[in-house]
């Protein structure tokens, strides 16, 4: 009996083992690889500087097909920006009202308003592009597997038709109007490569590289994903200096109160 559970259990190893195997040669998707980001760690925190970056990235880039919904423009001051400097950048923006007679007109934007969308409705997004609406990205960070480092990797990682080997042109049936993307599952995707070597000029000077834009807009997209990520770490630690310092004086208390037994 103990004979047929061994035969049975490497049986069942071997069939696992074949099937995983199988399944990596059928993935196509490279995994993104890892980047250090300020925000991780237990005592991560947001690089202001490149977030700010970012906010230009998405406001001269992004804006134009993504909304970003579940913000406000006065959340900008929590990334070290003043009223003012706020003000400065959304002084451009118009956003849709309605006037005292109930009729539609557009306004200058204010900081109490929502970032303003880039299409009235999901529909008129679709329409706009190929039949497919582009993703809020409010939470895009949170919402895709690999995070920050994905959403670097799918904008760093297109690769134009004629740099592609013909075994991948015949794989994935890749056309030359096609955007081949190495990390999009199945590699083709809708979105043209958003951004390129100096596609913005960096109000504070920082050289706009490809990977530059593509790291400081990922920083931004994680910082409006979860923008009390730090006020949540910071409760954290302060919660588990309070039970350390309890349970020390609970161990201190009961030593006391225990002192004179046998």
Request: positive net charge.
């Given at each position: 009996m103990r004979r047929l559970i061994?035969?049975?259990?490497?049986?069942?190893?071997?069939?696992?083992?074949?099937?995983?195997?199988?399944?990596?040669?059928?993935?196509?998707?490279?995994?993104?690889?890892?980047?250090?980001?300020?925000f991780q760690g237990p005592f991560g925190t947001y690089d202001r500087a490149a977030?700010?970056?970012?906010?230009?990235?998405?406001?001269?880039?992004?804006?134009?097909?993504?909304?970003?919904?579940?913000?406000?423009?006065?959340?900008?001051?929590?990334?070290?920006l003043t009223d003012n400097q706020v003000k400065g950048l959304i002084k451009d923006i118009v956003v849709p009202d309605l006037n005292d007679d109930g009729q539609p007109i557009e306004r200058p934007a204010r900081l109490s308003d929502s970032f303003r969308k880039p299409f009235p409705n999901v529909?008129?997004?679709?329409?706009?592009?190929?039949?497919?609406?582009?993703?809020?990205?409010?939470?895009?960070?949170?919402a895709r597997e690999g995070g920050a480092d994905y959403i670097y990797a799918l904008l760093t990682g297109y690769?134009?038709?004629?740099?592609?080997?013909?075994?991948?042109?015949?794989?994935?049936?890749?056309?030359?109007?096609?955007?081949?993307?190495?990390?999009?599952?199945?590699?083709?995707?809708?979105?043209?490569?958003?951004?390129?070597?100096?596609?913005?000029?960096?109000?504070?000077?920082t050289k706009a590289t490809l990977g530059q834009e593509a790291s400081d807009v990922t920083e931004f997209l994680a910082w409006a994903s979860e923008p009390w990520m730090e006020d949540?770490?910071?409760?954290?630690?302060?919660?588990?200096?309070?039970?350390?310092?309890?349970?020390?004086?609970?161990?201190?208390?009961k030593r006391q109160v225990w002192s004179n037994k046998h």
């Open positions: 061994v035969s049975g259990a490497i049986a069942l190893a071997a069939l696992v083992t074949g099937a995983g195997a199988v399944a990596i040669a059928a993935g196509t998707e490279a995994h993104p690889p890892k980047r250090s980001w300020h977030a700010q970056r970012g906010y230009q990235v998405y406001a001269e880039v992004c804006a134009a097909c993504h909304s970003l919904s579940l913000l406000a423009y006065r959340n900008l001051m929590e990334l070290g529909a008129a997004a679709a329409a706009a592009n190929n039949g497919k609406a582009p993703p809020d990205l409010s939470v895009i960070v949170k690769v134009p038709f004629d740099k592609l080997s013909p075994e991948q042109v015949k794989e994935f049936s890749v056309k030359k109007d096609d955007n081949f993307n190495t990390y999009f599952p199945g590699h083709k995707i809708a979105m043209t490569p958003p951004l390129a070597d100096d596609k913005v000029t960096y109000a504070d000077g949540r770490k910071r409760t954290g630690v302060r919660v588990i200096l309070f039970l350390l310092a309890l349970a020390g004086l609970m161990y201190a208390v």
